[in-house]
């Protein structure tokens, strides 16, 4: 059973198209986060959700709208796609956002804007 | 705001031996959580290892250890007797300790190669 699971892997879109990408966790966690990992390989966090709240809203376009249905979801929904947002993009969940615990992450959505 | 550093973009190590990834970080907190993340080409997110500030023994993992220098932000990574399988990226990572936010903040990461 994969722990937090992202879909899709992969993703080829033109400019100007609108995206999603979902992400399940099935650990009974609290926290979950999407993290963006760029062409250079930097990590840097996105958003952060505490069962269904926002906590955390990096200073990221607003075409970037994260939507937590329940707190096993968190999916990320990308308006006008712009090829500066390709990258891949990482669902991680941990149980409560404490540093004693750990984050899993997602196998990340590689996203390719032509 | 916090800030971590690994200055060694690319390392090579031959197998079985040992090798050392460097991490600085900057903070004005007392109380943060320092972790490695492993990233194989497989693109999969591997916790490592994890270093609480407030702890002054060393974390270690099998054949991983960390040498955390709290005074000079330091906290290297230590692996032994390495193994091909070790092939990755290793990103350091500093998480505060207040606020139970959970964001980590990542380095650069160090591309890791294991020679036969």
């Known amino acids: 059973d994969t722990a937090v699971s992202q879909t899709p892997k992969y993703l080829v879109t033109q400019m100007g198209n609108d995206k999603s990408i979902k992400c399940e966790q099935n650990?009974?966690?609290?926290?979950m986060y999407w993290y963006k990992q760029d062409s250079k390989k930097f990590l840097k966090i996105m958003f952060s959700?505490?069962?269904?709240?926002?906590?955390i809203n990096e200073t990221v376009p607003n075409r970037f709208s994260p939507k937590s249905p329940d707190k096993a979801h968190l999916n990320l929904h990308i308006n006008s796609l712009e090829l500066g947002d390709s990258a891949v993009y990482f669902c991680?969940?941990?149980?409560?956002?404490?540093?004693?615990?750990?984050?899993?992450f997602g196998q990340g959505t590689r996203l390719t804007v032509v | 705001a916090q800030t971590v550093t690994q200055s060694q973009p690319e390392m090579s190590v031959q197998e079985a031996e040992t090798v050392t990834l460097s991490c600085t970080y900057d903070?004005?907190?007392?109380?943060?959580?320092l972790f490695w993340y492993k990233q194989p080409p497989s693109r999969q997110m591997i916790l490592v290892i994890r270093?609480?500030?407030?702890?002054?023994q060393n974390a270690t993992e099998n054949r991983f250890s960390v040498n955390f220098q709290k005074a000079a932000k330091s906290f290297s990574l230590k692996i032994s007797d390495s193994q091909l399988g070790d092939t990755a990226m290793y990103f350091c990572?500093?998480?505060?300790?207040?606020?139970?936010?959970?964001?980590?903040?990542f380095g650069q990461g160090t591309t890791l190669q294991v020679k036969p």
């Open positions: 991680a969940s941990s149980p409560n956002g404490m540093g004693n615990t750990e984050a899993f």
């Open positions: 650990l009974g966690h609290d926290t």
């Open positions: 959700y505490n069962n269904k709240e926002l906590i």
């Open positions: 903070t004005s907190e007392s109380n943060y959580y």
């Open positions: 270093q609480e500030a407030y702890k002054q």
């Open positions: 990572a500093f998480m505060n300790g207040s606020g139970n936010t959970g964001k980590l903040i």
